[in-house]
Protein backbone atom coordinates (compact mmCIF):
# COMPACT_ATOMS: atom_id res chain seq x y z
CA UNK A 1 0.00 0.00 0.00
CA UNK A 2 1.70 3.53 -0.58
CA UNK A 3 0.52 5.87 1.70
CA UNK A 4 1.52 8.95 0.13
CA UNK A 5 0.26 8.31 -3.50
CA UNK A 6 -2.94 8.24 -3.08
CA UNK A 7 -3.09 11.40 -1.20
CA UNK A 8 -4.21 14.63 -3.70
CA UNK A 9 -3.56 18.05 -2.43
CA UNK A 10 -6.87 19.70 -2.20
CA UNK A 11 -6.30 22.89 -0.85
CA UNK A 12 -10.15 22.98 -0.12
CA UNK A 13 -11.39 25.97 2.00
CA UNK A 14 -13.61 24.43 4.48
CA UNK A 15 -15.30 25.56 7.67
CA UNK A 16 -13.92 24.02 11.22
CA UNK A 17 -15.20 23.67 14.91
CA UNK A 18 -12.49 24.33 16.95
CA UNK A 19 -12.11 24.51 20.69
CA UNK A 20 -9.08 26.94 22.32
CA UNK A 21 -7.69 26.13 25.74
CA UNK A 22 -4.50 27.02 27.78
CA UNK A 23 -3.41 23.62 27.37
CA UNK A 24 0.72 22.83 27.38
CA UNK A 25 0.34 22.33 23.58
CA UNK A 26 -0.38 25.38 23.26
CA UNK A 27 -2.67 25.49 20.20
CA UNK A 28 -6.42 25.43 19.09
CA UNK A 29 -7.89 22.00 19.10
CA UNK A 30 -10.05 21.08 16.05
CA UNK A 31 -13.43 19.07 16.67
CA UNK A 32 -15.09 18.54 13.37
CA UNK A 33 -14.72 20.18 9.74
CA UNK A 34 -17.40 20.55 6.90
CA UNK A 35 -16.23 20.34 2.71
CA UNK A 36 -18.04 22.88 0.71
CA UNK A 37 -19.86 19.66 -0.93
CA UNK A 38 -21.76 19.39 2.82
CA UNK A 39 -20.00 16.74 3.82
CA UNK A 40 -18.70 16.61 7.64
CA UNK A 41 -15.99 14.96 8.97
CA UNK A 42 -15.65 14.58 13.01
CA UNK A 43 -12.38 14.12 14.01
CA UNK A 44 -11.41 11.21 16.57
CA UNK A 45 -7.79 11.80 16.75
CA UNK A 46 -5.61 14.99 16.53
CA UNK A 47 -1.98 13.52 15.58
CA UNK A 48 0.68 16.13 15.22
CA UNK A 49 0.84 19.86 14.69
CA UNK A 50 3.23 21.73 13.50
CA UNK A 51 4.29 24.85 11.79
CA UNK A 52 4.96 25.54 7.97
CA UNK A 53 6.57 27.91 6.49
CA UNK A 54 6.22 29.85 3.31
CA UNK A 55 8.54 32.54 3.89
CA UNK A 56 7.68 34.60 7.27
CA UNK A 57 4.32 33.35 6.93
CA UNK A 58 3.05 30.43 9.03
CA UNK A 59 0.28 27.51 8.35
CA UNK A 60 -0.18 25.53 11.07
CA UNK A 61 -0.80 22.05 9.40
CA UNK A 62 -3.42 19.89 11.41
CA UNK A 63 -2.64 16.31 11.30
CA UNK A 64 -5.70 14.27 12.00
CA UNK A 65 -7.91 11.30 11.79
CA UNK A 66 -11.59 10.18 11.74
CA UNK A 67 -10.87 6.68 12.47
CA UNK A 68 -10.59 5.41 8.95
CA UNK A 69 -9.23 7.82 7.24
CA UNK A 70 -5.84 10.75 8.21
CA UNK A 71 -6.53 14.12 7.07
CA UNK A 72 -4.56 17.37 6.89
CA UNK A 73 -6.49 20.65 7.63
CA UNK A 74 -4.40 23.86 7.59
CA UNK A 75 -5.06 26.96 9.44
CA UNK A 76 -3.30 29.73 6.98
CA UNK A 77 -2.23 32.96 10.12
CA UNK A 78 -2.51 35.82 7.55
CA UNK A 79 -6.19 34.96 6.63
CA UNK A 80 -7.56 32.45 8.83
CA UNK A 81 -8.76 30.77 6.71
CA UNK A 82 -8.98 26.44 7.16
CA UNK A 83 -8.30 24.23 4.09
CA UNK A 84 -8.54 20.44 3.69
CA UNK A 85 -5.41 19.78 2.32
CA UNK A 86 -5.12 16.03 2.13
CA UNK A 87 -7.37 12.79 2.63
CA UNK A 88 -5.15 9.70 3.29
CA UNK A 89 -5.64 6.37 2.42
CA UNK A 90 -8.45 4.31 4.05
CA UNK A 91 -6.24 1.78 5.58
CA UNK A 92 -9.20 -1.49 5.74
CA UNK B 1 29.25 13.38 38.46
CA UNK B 2 27.45 11.97 35.12
CA UNK B 3 26.96 15.36 33.79
CA UNK B 4 26.29 14.16 30.03
CA UNK B 5 22.75 13.59 28.63
CA UNK B 6 22.33 12.32 25.67
CA UNK B 7 18.94 12.17 24.07
CA UNK B 8 18.46 10.06 20.81
CA UNK B 9 15.12 9.60 19.37
CA UNK B 10 13.66 6.42 18.01
CA UNK B 11 13.49 5.47 14.68
CA UNK B 12 12.81 9.12 14.63
CA UNK B 13 10.97 9.86 11.33
CA UNK B 14 8.63 6.86 11.11
CA UNK B 15 7.50 7.67 14.69
CA UNK B 16 6.98 11.03 13.84
CA UNK B 17 4.34 9.70 10.98
CA UNK B 18 3.13 7.10 13.16
CA UNK B 19 2.37 10.34 15.52
CA UNK B 20 1.13 12.51 12.63
CA UNK B 21 -1.37 9.78 11.10
CA UNK B 22 -2.64 8.01 13.91
CA UNK B 23 -4.07 5.60 11.14
CA UNK B 24 -0.26 3.73 11.12
CA UNK B 25 0.29 2.95 14.62
CA UNK B 26 1.29 -0.37 14.94
CA UNK B 27 1.79 -1.05 11.75
CA UNK B 28 4.89 -1.58 9.41
CA UNK B 29 5.94 1.87 7.88
CA UNK B 30 9.35 2.76 5.64
CA UNK B 31 10.44 6.53 4.88
CA UNK B 32 11.33 6.82 1.23
CA UNK B 33 12.56 10.54 -0.18
CA UNK B 34 10.39 9.78 -3.48
CA UNK B 35 7.63 7.54 -3.94
CA UNK B 36 10.06 5.72 -6.66
CA UNK B 37 10.46 1.53 -7.31
CA UNK B 38 13.83 2.49 -6.41
CA UNK B 39 13.55 4.57 -3.75
CA UNK B 40 16.08 3.86 -0.95
CA UNK B 41 14.44 3.79 2.75
CA UNK B 42 15.44 5.90 4.96
CA UNK B 43 13.99 5.43 8.10
CA UNK B 44 11.84 2.67 9.08
CA UNK B 45 9.31 1.90 12.24
CA UNK B 46 9.45 -0.90 15.11
CA UNK B 47 7.11 -3.08 13.42
CA UNK B 48 8.93 -3.12 9.91
CA UNK B 49 12.41 -3.82 11.86
CA UNK B 50 10.65 -6.43 13.35
CA UNK B 51 9.62 -7.76 9.89
CA UNK B 52 13.14 -7.69 8.37
CA UNK B 53 12.97 -4.48 7.09
CA UNK B 54 16.40 -2.58 7.48
CA UNK B 55 17.52 0.94 6.43
CA UNK B 56 19.06 1.63 3.11
CA UNK B 57 17.15 -1.29 1.35
CA UNK B 58 15.44 -0.53 -2.04
CA UNK B 59 11.71 -0.40 -2.27
CA UNK B 60 11.71 -3.48 -4.43
CA UNK B 61 13.35 -5.58 -1.85
CA UNK B 62 11.16 -4.51 0.73
CA UNK B 63 8.31 -4.97 -0.71
CA UNK B 64 9.14 -8.41 -1.66
CA UNK B 65 10.06 -9.21 2.30
CA UNK B 66 6.91 -7.53 3.75
CA UNK B 67 4.03 -6.97 0.91
CA UNK B 68 2.07 -4.78 3.83
CA UNK B 69 4.76 -2.21 4.29
CA UNK B 70 3.37 1.28 4.17
CA UNK B 71 5.91 3.87 2.72
CA UNK B 72 5.65 6.95 3.60
CA UNK B 73 7.41 10.12 1.85
CA UNK B 74 9.68 12.44 3.56
CA UNK B 75 8.26 15.85 5.06
CA UNK B 76 10.93 17.81 6.47
CA UNK B 77 9.26 20.29 8.06
CA UNK B 78 7.18 18.07 10.64
CA UNK B 79 11.29 16.83 11.82
CA UNK B 80 12.58 19.93 11.76
CA UNK B 81 9.16 20.74 13.65
CA UNK B 82 9.94 18.02 16.40
CA UNK B 83 13.86 18.55 16.17
CA UNK B 84 13.16 22.29 17.50
CA UNK B 85 10.89 21.21 20.23
CA UNK B 86 13.08 18.49 21.16
CA UNK B 87 16.20 21.18 21.58
CA UNK B 88 13.54 23.85 23.60
CA UNK B 89 13.12 20.95 26.28
CA UNK B 90 17.06 20.32 26.81
CA UNK B 91 17.60 23.91 26.70
CA UNK B 92 15.34 24.10 29.86
CA UNK B 93 17.88 21.92 31.42
CA UNK B 94 21.32 23.60 30.47
CA UNK B 95 22.56 26.30 28.31
CA UNK B 96 24.93 24.10 27.20
CA UNK B 97 23.09 21.60 24.54
CA UNK B 98 24.40 20.32 20.84
CA UNK B 99 22.20 18.81 18.76
CA UNK B 100 24.40 16.10 17.43
CA UNK B 101 21.60 15.74 14.37
CA UNK B 102 18.30 16.35 13.55
CA UNK B 103 17.11 13.28 16.15
CA UNK B 104 19.91 13.67 18.78
CA UNK B 105 21.14 15.75 20.99
CA UNK B 106 23.26 16.24 24.19
CA UNK B 107 23.05 18.13 27.51
CA UNK B 108 26.00 19.21 29.19
CA UNK B 109 24.53 19.37 33.24
CA UNK B 110 28.12 21.44 33.83
CA UNK B 111 26.57 24.41 32.86
CA UNK B 112 23.13 24.04 33.90
CA UNK B 113 21.97 26.30 37.28
CA UNK B 114 22.35 24.47 40.77
CA UNK B 115 18.48 23.75 40.88
CA UNK B 116 19.09 21.29 37.98
CA UNK B 117 22.58 20.40 38.80
CA UNK B 118 21.88 18.77 42.21
CA UNK B 119 18.90 16.64 41.08
CA UNK B 120 19.13 12.80 40.05
CA UNK B 121 19.95 12.70 36.39
CA UNK B 122 17.77 9.38 36.03
CA UNK B 123 14.61 11.82 37.30
CA UNK B 124 15.97 14.22 34.50
CA UNK B 125 15.69 11.47 31.89
CA UNK B 126 12.34 10.26 32.61
CA UNK B 127 11.08 13.89 33.20
CA UNK B 128 12.83 14.88 28.95
CA UNK B 129 11.06 11.81 27.91
CA UNK B 130 7.48 12.86 29.76
CA UNK B 131 7.74 16.31 28.15
CA UNK B 132 8.35 14.80 24.97
CA UNK B 133 5.29 12.92 25.01
CA UNK B 134 3.06 15.53 26.45
CA UNK B 135 4.50 18.34 24.51
CA UNK B 136 5.29 16.75 21.01
CA UNK B 137 2.64 14.06 20.70
CA UNK B 138 1.60 10.49 22.05
CA UNK B 139 3.62 8.17 20.22
CA UNK B 140 6.60 9.95 20.51
CA UNK B 141 9.73 8.04 22.38
CA UNK B 142 13.13 8.69 22.69
CA UNK B 143 16.15 7.10 24.47
CA UNK B 144 18.35 8.48 27.14
CA UNK B 145 22.05 7.79 27.93
CA UNK B 146 23.37 9.32 31.45
CA UNK B 147 27.48 9.14 31.72
CA UNK B 148 30.58 11.68 32.01
CA UNK B 149 31.21 12.11 28.67
CA UNK B 150 29.27 12.27 25.37
CA UNK B 151 30.74 8.84 24.12
CA UNK B 152 29.63 6.94 27.30
CA UNK B 153 26.48 8.89 27.17
CA UNK B 154 25.77 7.91 23.65
CA UNK B 155 26.40 4.22 24.41
CA UNK B 156 24.19 4.15 27.03
CA UNK B 157 21.57 5.70 24.84
CA UNK B 158 21.86 2.19 22.51
CA UNK B 159 21.70 -0.25 25.11
CA UNK B 160 18.02 -0.55 25.47
CA UNK B 161 16.21 0.61 22.02
CA UNK B 162 13.01 1.71 22.12
CA UNK B 163 12.22 4.27 25.08
CA UNK B 164 15.41 3.29 27.24
CA UNK B 165 17.00 5.24 29.86
CA UNK B 166 20.13 3.74 31.37
CA UNK B 167 23.13 5.34 32.97
CA UNK B 168 26.94 4.32 32.37
CA UNK B 169 28.71 4.77 35.88
CA UNK B 170 32.62 3.68 36.79
CA UNK B 171 30.94 0.89 38.52
CA UNK B 172 29.05 -0.81 36.02
CA UNK B 173 31.07 0.19 32.80
CA UNK B 174 33.12 -3.39 33.07
CA UNK B 175 29.76 -5.29 33.53
CA UNK B 176 27.79 -3.09 30.17
CA UNK B 177 31.19 -3.83 27.87
CA UNK B 178 31.71 -7.03 28.62
CA UNK B 179 28.17 -7.77 27.12
CA UNK B 180 28.81 -5.62 23.81
CA UNK B 181 30.74 -6.16 20.56
CA UNK B 182 33.57 -3.29 19.87
CA UNK B 183 30.85 -2.68 16.59
CA UNK B 184 28.51 -1.81 19.14
CA UNK B 185 31.08 1.19 20.54
CA UNK B 186 29.53 4.52 19.07
CA UNK B 187 32.47 5.26 16.22
CA UNK B 188 34.00 1.67 15.91
CA UNK B 189 33.66 0.47 12.41
CA UNK B 190 34.85 -2.64 11.17
CA UNK B 191 37.58 -0.79 9.53
CA UNK B 192 38.48 0.23 12.73
CA UNK B 193 37.45 -3.27 14.29
CA UNK B 194 40.25 -4.94 12.07
CA UNK B 195 42.66 -2.06 13.20
CA UNK B 196 42.28 -3.28 16.98
CA UNK B 197 42.25 -6.67 16.15
CA UNK B 198 45.59 -6.72 14.32
CA UNK B 199 47.01 -5.65 18.16
CA UNK B 200 44.84 -8.69 19.61
CA UNK B 201 42.08 -6.14 20.84
CA UNK B 202 39.25 -8.36 19.93
CA UNK B 203 36.31 -6.88 23.27
CA UNK B 204 35.46 -3.51 24.18
CA UNK B 205 36.85 -4.65 27.96
CA UNK B 206 40.37 -5.35 25.89
CA UNK B 207 40.11 -2.02 24.53
CA UNK B 208 39.24 -0.52 27.99
CA UNK B 209 42.20 -2.09 29.16
CA UNK B 210 44.37 -1.15 26.13
CA UNK B 211 47.61 1.26 27.24
CA UNK B 212 47.30 4.75 25.96
CA UNK B 213 50.82 3.99 23.36
CA UNK B 214 49.06 1.21 22.11
CA UNK B 215 46.04 3.09 21.01
CA UNK B 216 48.66 6.16 19.71
CA UNK B 217 51.37 4.38 18.27
CA UNK B 218 49.67 0.93 17.15
CA UNK B 219 45.82 1.05 16.33
CA UNK B 220 45.52 4.94 15.61
CA UNK B 221 49.12 5.74 14.86
CA UNK B 222 48.02 9.62 15.85
CA UNK B 223 46.67 11.72 18.72
CA UNK B 224 43.57 9.97 18.15
CA UNK B 225 44.57 6.77 19.95
CA UNK B 226 44.72 9.12 23.16
CA UNK B 227 41.51 10.85 22.34
CA UNK B 228 40.21 6.86 22.69
CA UNK B 229 42.07 6.19 25.38
CA UNK B 230 40.34 9.39 27.57
CA UNK B 231 36.89 8.45 25.89
CA UNK B 232 36.55 4.75 27.15
CA UNK B 233 37.50 6.37 30.85
CA UNK B 234 34.84 9.12 30.64
CA UNK B 235 37.03 11.92 29.61
CA UNK B 236 35.25 14.58 27.59
CA UNK B 237 37.18 14.88 24.28
CA UNK B 238 34.19 15.53 21.86
CA UNK B 239 33.12 18.62 23.14
CA UNK B 240 34.14 21.64 20.29
CA UNK B 241 32.35 23.25 17.60
CA UNK B 242 33.83 23.00 13.48
CA UNK B 243 33.86 25.02 11.34
CA UNK B 244 32.08 25.15 8.14
CA UNK B 245 34.69 23.53 5.66
CA UNK B 246 32.06 23.64 2.75
CA UNK B 247 28.18 24.09 1.54
CA UNK B 248 27.21 21.17 -0.23
CA UNK B 249 23.81 19.98 -1.91
CA UNK B 250 23.00 16.49 -4.42
CA UNK B 251 20.18 15.27 -6.23
CA UNK B 252 19.07 12.23 -7.71
CA UNK B 253 17.36 12.75 -11.13
CA UNK B 254 14.33 11.31 -11.25
CA UNK B 255 14.84 10.05 -15.05
CA UNK B 256 17.44 8.88 -16.80
CA UNK B 257 15.90 10.61 -20.19
CA UNK B 258 16.55 13.96 -19.05
CA UNK B 259 18.09 16.27 -22.00
CA UNK B 260 21.55 17.91 -21.01
CA UNK B 261 19.75 21.11 -20.66
CA UNK B 262 17.28 19.64 -18.22
CA UNK B 263 19.93 18.56 -16.56
CA UNK B 264 22.13 21.23 -16.36
CA UNK B 265 18.90 23.39 -14.68
CA UNK B 266 18.89 21.25 -11.96
CA UNK B 267 22.27 22.03 -11.20
CA UNK B 268 21.61 25.49 -11.56
CA UNK B 269 19.31 24.93 -9.01
CA UNK B 270 21.54 23.22 -6.47
CA UNK B 271 23.80 26.21 -6.86
CA UNK B 272 21.07 28.76 -6.42
CA UNK B 273 20.11 26.54 -2.91
CA UNK B 274 23.94 26.38 -2.22
CA UNK B 275 24.60 29.86 -2.81
CA UNK B 276 21.89 30.65 -0.43
CA UNK B 277 23.50 28.72 2.06
CA UNK B 278 26.52 30.11 1.93
CA UNK B 279 25.20 33.38 2.02
CA UNK B 280 23.04 32.82 5.27
CA UNK B 281 26.33 32.09 6.77
CA UNK B 282 28.07 35.18 5.45
CA UNK B 283 30.69 32.67 3.74
CA UNK B 284 32.81 33.40 0.67
CA UNK B 285 33.96 29.88 -1.41
CA UNK B 286 37.20 30.00 -3.25
CA UNK B 287 36.61 26.09 -4.62
CA UNK B 288 33.69 24.35 -6.44
CA UNK B 289 33.38 21.01 -6.73
CA UNK B 290 30.74 19.34 -9.39
CA UNK B 291 30.24 15.87 -9.13
CA UNK B 292 27.96 12.92 -11.01
CA UNK B 293 27.25 9.21 -10.35
CA UNK B 294 26.42 7.68 -13.74
CA UNK B 295 23.69 4.38 -14.23
CA UNK B 296 27.39 2.19 -14.38
CA UNK B 297 28.06 3.86 -10.74
CA UNK B 298 30.82 5.13 -12.27
CA UNK B 299 31.80 8.26 -10.15
CA UNK B 300 32.93 11.27 -12.18
CA UNK B 301 34.00 14.95 -10.94
CA UNK B 302 35.48 18.57 -11.72
CA UNK B 303 36.81 21.36 -9.57
CA UNK B 304 38.04 24.49 -9.89
CA UNK B 305 39.87 26.81 -7.58
CA UNK B 306 39.39 30.24 -8.26
CA UNK B 307 41.82 33.19 -7.62
CA UNK B 308 38.12 35.23 -6.57
CA UNK B 309 36.12 34.32 -3.58
CA UNK B 310 32.03 34.17 -4.92
CA UNK B 311 29.76 33.60 -3.28
CA UNK B 312 26.97 35.33 -6.07
CA UNK B 313 24.36 32.64 -8.06
CA UNK B 314 25.64 34.05 -11.01
CA UNK B 315 29.24 33.38 -10.47
CA UNK B 316 28.31 29.89 -8.54
CA UNK B 317 26.21 28.97 -11.74
CA UNK B 318 28.66 29.78 -14.05
CA UNK B 319 31.17 28.12 -12.99
CA UNK B 320 29.38 24.79 -12.06
CA UNK B 321 27.57 24.81 -15.58
CA UNK B 322 30.81 24.69 -16.96
CA UNK B 323 32.44 22.32 -14.74
CA UNK B 324 29.05 20.13 -15.99
CA UNK B 325 30.49 20.25 -19.28
CA UNK B 326 32.72 18.11 -19.17
CA UNK B 327 31.29 15.46 -17.35
CA UNK B 328 29.91 12.34 -18.79
CA UNK B 329 26.31 11.82 -19.34
CA UNK B 330 23.26 10.00 -18.65
CA UNK B 331 23.95 10.46 -14.83
CA UNK B 332 22.13 8.88 -12.16
CA UNK B 333 22.73 11.56 -9.31
CA UNK B 334 24.42 15.21 -9.48
CA UNK B 335 25.95 17.29 -6.69
CA UNK B 336 28.08 20.58 -5.79
CA UNK B 337 30.06 21.27 -3.28
CA UNK B 338 31.60 24.74 -2.48
CA UNK B 339 34.87 24.26 -0.68
CA UNK B 340 37.79 26.84 0.58
CA UNK B 341 35.62 28.68 2.46
CA UNK B 342 36.16 32.49 4.04
CA UNK B 343 34.47 34.95 6.02
CA UNK B 344 35.23 38.01 4.05
CA UNK B 345 35.27 38.88 0.38
CA UNK B 346 38.87 39.39 -0.63
CA UNK B 347 40.41 42.79 0.69
CA UNK B 348 41.76 42.87 -2.61
CA UNK B 349 39.98 44.95 -5.14
CA UNK B 350 39.48 44.01 -8.93
CA UNK B 351 39.28 46.24 -12.27
CA UNK B 352 35.55 44.74 -12.19
CA UNK B 353 34.48 45.57 -8.35
CA UNK B 354 32.03 47.91 -9.37
CA UNK B 355 30.39 45.09 -11.07
CA UNK B 356 30.79 42.74 -8.17
CA UNK B 357 29.46 44.81 -5.91
CA UNK B 358 26.21 45.11 -8.34
CA UNK B 359 25.75 41.44 -8.54
CA UNK B 360 26.42 41.08 -4.62
CA UNK B 361 23.83 43.57 -4.13
CA UNK B 362 21.02 41.91 -6.68
CA UNK B 363 21.52 38.86 -5.01
CA UNK B 364 21.22 40.25 -1.13
CA UNK B 365 18.11 41.87 -2.75
CA UNK B 366 16.67 38.50 -4.05
CA UNK B 367 17.45 36.77 -0.65
CA UNK B 368 15.74 39.21 0.91
CA UNK B 369 12.70 38.65 -1.25
CA UNK B 370 12.67 34.97 -0.61
CA UNK B 371 12.94 34.93 2.89
CA UNK B 372 10.42 37.78 3.60
CA UNK B 373 7.71 35.46 1.14
CA UNK B 374 9.33 32.43 0.69
CA UNK B 375 12.30 30.19 -1.06
CA UNK B 376 12.59 30.21 -4.59
CA UNK B 377 9.94 33.01 -5.03
CA UNK B 378 12.57 34.65 -7.40
CA UNK B 379 15.27 32.75 -9.14
CA UNK B 380 17.23 32.31 -12.25
CA UNK B 381 14.77 31.73 -15.41
CA UNK B 382 17.67 28.98 -16.44
CA UNK B 383 16.29 26.87 -13.32
CA UNK B 384 12.62 27.43 -13.95
CA UNK B 385 10.58 24.64 -14.03
CA UNK B 386 12.54 22.55 -11.57
CA UNK B 387 10.71 23.60 -8.22
CA UNK B 388 10.44 19.70 -7.49
CA UNK B 389 14.11 20.05 -6.64
CA UNK B 390 13.18 19.84 -2.74
CA UNK B 391 15.38 20.10 0.22
CA UNK B 392 15.63 16.89 1.44
CA UNK B 393 16.52 15.58 4.97
CA UNK B 394 19.52 16.89 6.14
CA UNK B 395 20.97 13.80 8.12
CA UNK B 396 24.45 15.28 9.09
CA UNK B 397 24.39 18.93 9.60
CA UNK B 398 21.71 21.03 11.62
CA UNK B 399 23.22 24.20 10.35
CA UNK B 400 20.50 24.60 8.15
CA UNK B 401 17.57 23.68 10.09
CA UNK B 402 15.48 27.05 9.85
CA UNK B 403 12.94 28.64 7.96
CA UNK B 404 14.07 27.44 4.64
CA UNK B 405 12.95 23.83 4.60
CA UNK B 406 9.36 24.43 4.65
Known amino acids: ?92 | MNDTIYIDLNSCFATIEQQSRPMLRGRPVAITNRITPNACIIAASYEAKARGIKVGMRRVEANAICPDLIFAETEPSKYVFVHNKLKRIMQDYSANVTMKSIDEGVINLAAAPPHIKTRNRAEIGQEIKQRLLTEVGDYMRCNVGISSNRFLAKLAAELHKPDGLDEITPDNQRTIFAKLKLTDLPGINTRMERRLNAVNIYTPLQFLDANEDTLVKLVCKSIDGSKWYQRLRGIEVDDYVSDIKSVGRQYVLESRHLTREETRARILHLSEDVGYRLRSKHLYAHGVYVWTYGYDDIYSHKSTILKRAINTDRDICNCASQLFLNLPSPVRIIGITLYKLQKEADAQLTLYQKQIDRAESVCAAIDKINYRFGSRKVHSAASHGTEHVKTKIPFGSTRYLDHSIT
Not at chain 1, 48 to 56: A, F, M, N, Q, S
Not at chain 1, 72 to 82: A, G, K, P, V
Request: hydrophobic share 35%.
Open chain 1, 1 to 92: MNQNSLQTNLHEPIDVDASFSRSILGHCRPIAFRTQSGREVQIAQVGLVHPKYDGLKTIYAFDITDGATDYRITLDTDSLNWYLEFEGDHYE
